[in-house]
């Protein structure tokens, strides 16, 4: 019996891609770079206090990992917490994208390529 | 250098940040905010840093308080479920908020009217260092010792009078004052127009008004300063006007005259002070005292028995008007305790209905302090809304508060600051008192046992139904007490209006003849003066009989101290008897009908000398004796007076037994400053302008006031025991109403809960007879512990009014026939409907409803 999928939001989607992202490009994936890159790649200001909430509820649901990372003098010695994406968060990511694929078909005249 | 604006944001956010991944997110934190220093310049990455920080804390925050609610929330949902049920059935609850308004309403009025007559400083600027004494005569030489103590930032004196004003229209009398010309000054007043006094001695012949004579008596005359008017028969200057609210030194004083201290006045001078600031009220009172003794060897007049100082704001009221005021207070306060109780009963039983619902609740996971706290809020919104109402009624009683009391104070009789501290405290009470047993008992809920038995077999927790009988028959024996002392008063009313006063008033009236030391000069004229108007009097054909006198009765006469010690020494105080003095005509005792019982009346070759005393001075001092004959001396006064005749006593209409003494009569004299013209008509009475002018043919300078009919003068003096008596009644019949509709309610609700046992036991075969039977055993149990409470109370009660009752005792039977008659009858009347609800139950009809 295969485990429901847990359902995700819009906000949670966006996180899991980002850090997919900053994952495949081989950079840490920690709260600051997450948060940039979803800045950049949405176009949009993210209140920081939504990311950090976020990243604690997807990892309680087991959609995410994180272990300690390095540090730095900018970060006065403090450990960066370095996320990954489980397999569970994986599969749940890649079927809300096919949801949001399958539902763009055909709308192609009314909304264009994406 | 340390960052200080950071270190503050990590501690802040050390708060807020969940223990196991603060250190990252605080390190990711500082990385940003080191990046944006660095590119973006210091002052830029401060507010970006705030702003951050401010994000962060508030989504944890919030994250948290999802998990947890704040207190606030606690609250706003409480009050919100609260209200939601109070709406849903308002009626107990507007029931409850009415009988707390009626109480925290009477009680505040009441409190208003004590503070504003015995409590509350002057309404003067930093009144409460003003101070007032009035054990001895002012002379110059008292106001200087006084002025020397160092004590005092000023210090002046008064003396209240009674000023005739002659108008075009006639004669007018206004209570006034004669005052030394720094009291303005030292009251901190201003005139609205003109200026007040002059320094000492400088303003002869000026006079100062209020606005309220200005505008009623002048009509508001633009030229009123400087005009001249004729006040006692004097012509004086209007230098000043002050404003309406301003009374000084009585609540119906609105004219000033300057006050010489080495000029007799009418009245005796009194002294007026301000405490210097941090000088306290006790010690001013001793110094005051211990200097009182040193100027003892001058020759001073007592006063009675008055403290030696006193706060100006405290009213000139008798100890008797002192004592009814605190006792009204306490009335209304064990009404307000009635009231309380009867909520905390209403509020228990409607809890004790709802108890199977409270049961749901708690077998749903609700705590007992969780319901509590829903119980409390309920109570609080009944609070609030019973305190806001109580305002409104006090301020609308306040109106009501009779003239025998407000008369008094200087002070307006409203709801000030003081008052509504008062009718909050007392709406927190009242919650804290209703609302505590009820959430206590009511809550108390075993969630299996009260949701396995059906709502109607609930037959009430022991716990509940212990509370609310014993409330019951608490504010049973509080209306009993309050019931017992109502009667006696109002009893001791009616036995004051009924009691002869031993003389014939009815169809006597009375004038004043005035400014006589004014128009004549020496003894021998004014002699021949008041033997005119006696005779032109005596000459009308409308009138049947006059006598002229100095006093009238039922005003006190001059009091004095009666003692057979030899004349002109100073009375053994024991052995001295005080007495009234009445300076009269021959004509006055048979003009009132007064018999003499031994000896003669007096006669017009009498001397001063000559006396006819009352039967009881001569039974006090030769009790057996024949007075006839013998002798007795007055005070210090020089001289004996020799008893000619002994009259029968007249009673003064008095609960105070300080007022009504013994009394003795002499003749009129030569010199009086007052005179009284007693008249007995023959058929219709003279008009009051005709008496004015056959007054004023024997000289224009003389005035004539029209004096209250002597029925109506003994009438005045009823109106403080009939003040008493009549709100005393009011807080009984709120008390006895209280009660009984307490027990209807408690029982209604007893006998609602008990249907289905009232059904099985009609089904079994209990009569109706027998079901009424149970239900009034129920109520009348309680009425009875509470009656035997209440006769205890009530007897308290009754010892504590001994100083008001007149004519009855603390065991006077008919007193208590009537309470245990009333609280029965109600009792039962209460109970009658209950019962008979209980005994219709229909096994039939019930059994199918369930």
């Not at chain 2, 005179?675 to 224009?700: F, H, K, M, Q």
């Amino acid at each position: 019996v295969s485990q429901p999928l847990p359902l995700l939001g819009e906000f949670e989607a966006l996180l899991l891609l980002a850090i997919l992202q900053l994952t495949e490009q081989g950079r840490e994936a920690y709260g600051s770079a997450i948060r940039e890159d979803l800045q950049q790649r949405t176009g949009r200001p993210i209140p920081r206090g939504s990311i950090y909430v976020t990243l604690d509820r997807l990892e309680e649901k087991g959609l995410l990992a994180s272990r300690e990372g390095g540090t730095s003098s900018a970060r006065g010695q403090r450990p960066k917490r370095l996320f990954r994406v489980t397999p569970i968060g994986l599969r749940a990511v890649k079927s809300s994208v096919t949801a949001l694929i399958r539902m763009h078909r055909g709308l192609e005249a009314v909304l264009g390529r994406v | 250098m340390p960052d200080l604006l950071w270190l503050v944001v990590e501690r802040g956010l050390r708060q807020v940040l969940p223990a196991v991944h603060r250190l990252s997110t605080l390190g990711d934190l500082s990385e940003d905010y080191q990046h944006r220093r660095a590119t973006g310049g210091r002052i830029g990455a401060s507010c970006w840093l705030v702003r951050e920080a401010w994000s962060l804390g508030r989504a944890y925050r919030a994250a948290a308080s999802g998990e947890r609610p704040s207190l606030s929330s606690t609250l706003a949902t409480d009050l919100h479920r609260a209200w939601r049920r109070l709406t849903a059935t308002p009626g107990p609850a507007i029931h409850s908020a009415l009988l707390l308004a009626i109480g925290i309403g009477l009680t505040t009025a009441t409190f208003s009217a004590v503070d504003a007559v015995l409590l509350r400083p002057a309404p003067f600027d930093g009144g409460d260092r003003l101070v007032r004494q009035g054990l001895y005569e002012v002379t110059p030489a008292l106001l200087e010792a006084w002025r020397a103590t160092d004590m005092f930032e000023d210090v002046e004196a008064y003396a209240g009078s009674t000023f005739e004003l002659e108008t075009d229209l006639g004669t007018v009398s206004w209570e006034g004052a004669s005052v030394t010309s720094g009291v303005f000054d030292l009251l901190a007043v201003r005139p609205t127009r003109g200026r007040v006094f002059q320094a000492r001695g400088r303003s002869p012949g000026e006079a100062v008004i209020s606005e309220v004579v200005w505008r009623s008596t002048f009509g508001g005359d633009p030229s009123m300063l400087g005009r001249r008017i004729h006040l006692n028969g004097a012509s004086v200057v209007v230098v000043g006007i002050m404003p309406a609210s301003f009374r000084f030194p009585d609540s119906t004083t609105v004219v000033w005259t300057p006050l010489d201290l080495n000029v007799e006045t009418p009245t005796i001078p009194q002294v007026v002070g301000r405490l210097k600031p941090g000088v306290p009220f006790s010690i001013a009172e001793a110094r005051i005292k211990l200097l009182a003794r040193e100027l003892s060897r001058q020759p001073a007049r007592r006063l009675g028995s008055e403290p030696p100082l006193q706060h100006l704001g405290v009213a000139r009221v008798s100890g008797f008007t002192h004592q009814a005021l605190w006792l009204l207070l306490w009335g209304a306060a064990l009404v307000f305790v009635v009231l309380c109780a009867n909520v905390s009963s209403l509020l228990l039983a409607n809890l004790s209905a709802r108890q199977r619902e409270l049961g749901t609740c708690t077998a749903l996971g609700a705590t007992r302090i969780r319901l509590l706290r829903e119980t409390a809020a309920e109570h609080a919104y009944i609070g609030v809304v019973g305190a806001g109402a109580g305002v409104a009624l006090a301020w609308a009683l306040t109106a009501l508060v009779p003239d025998v009391f407000s008369g008094h104070t200087l002070n307006l009789i409203d709801i000030d600051f003081r008052a509504l501290t008062a009718a909050s405290v007392l709406g927190v009470v009242a919650v804290i008192l209703t609302g505590l047993i009820p959430a206590w008992v009511g809550t108390r809920h075993d969630a299996i046992e009260s949701l396995r038995q059906s709502p109607q077999s609930v037959a009430g927790r022991r716990a509940s139904r212990i509370a609310t009988r014993m409330l019951l028959a608490g504010e049973v024996g509080l209306a009993c007490s309050l019931l017992v002392g109502s009667i006696l008063l109002v009893r001791s009313f009616a036995e004051l209006a009924q009691t002869d006063p031993g003389l014939a008033g009815d169809g006597v009236i009375r004038v004043r003849v005035t400014s006589l030391d004014e128009a004549f000069g020496s003894p021998v004229a004014m002699a021949q003066a008041i033997r005119s108007i006696d005779e032109q009097l005596t000459a009308r054909p409308d009138i049947a009989e006059v006598a002229l006198s100095r006093e009238l009765p039922p005003e006190p006469g001059s009091t004095g101290l009666a003692h057979l010690g030899p004349a002109g020494t100073k009375p053994n105080f024991a052995a001295s008897i005080r007495t009234h003095h009445y300076r009269v005509s021959p004509e006055f005792l048979p003009l009132y009908r007064i018999p003499v019982v031994a000896g003669r009346g007096l006669q017009s070759n009498d001397t001063e000398r000559d006396a006819v005393i009352g039967e009881r001075l001569a039974g006090l001092l030769w009790p057996g004796d024949n007075p006839l004959g013998r002798t007795f001396a007055v005070g210090t006064l020089p001289g004996e007076h020799r008893v000619v005749g002994v009259a029968a006593e007249i009673r003064l209409p008095t609960i105070d037994r300080e007022l009504d003494l013994p009394e003795y009569y002499t003749p009129l004299g030569s010199s009086s400053r007052t005179l009284y013209a007693n008249i007995r008509c023959r058929g219709t009475c003279p008009a009051e302008s005709d008496l004015r002018d056959l007054v004023r043919r024997i000289d224009p300078r003389l005035g004539l006031l029209a004096s209250t009919a002597a029925g109506d003068q003994f009438l005045q003096h009823l109106k403080l025991p009939q003040a008493i008596a009549e709100t005393a009644g009011l807080f009984a019949v709120i008390a006895v109403v209280t009660s009984a509709g307490g027990l209807f309610s408690v029982l209604t609700y007893a006998v609602g809960r008990r249907r289905r046992e009232f059904g099985i036991r009609a089904a079994l075969g209990a009569s109706p007879r027998h079901i009424r039977r149970l239900v009034m055993q129920d109520g009348l149990t309680v009425v009875g512990i509470g009656i035997a409470a209440g006769g205890v109370g009530g007897w308290m009660v009754a010892r504590s009014l001994a100083a008001f009752h007149y004519g009855v005792t603390t065991t006077d039977p008919i007193t208590w026939a009537a309470v245990l008659g009333t609280i029965a009858t109600a009792s039962l009347l209460a109970a009658w409907r209950p019962a008979r609800q209980a005994a219709r139950v229909n096994p039939v009809t019930l059994l199918r409803s369930e």
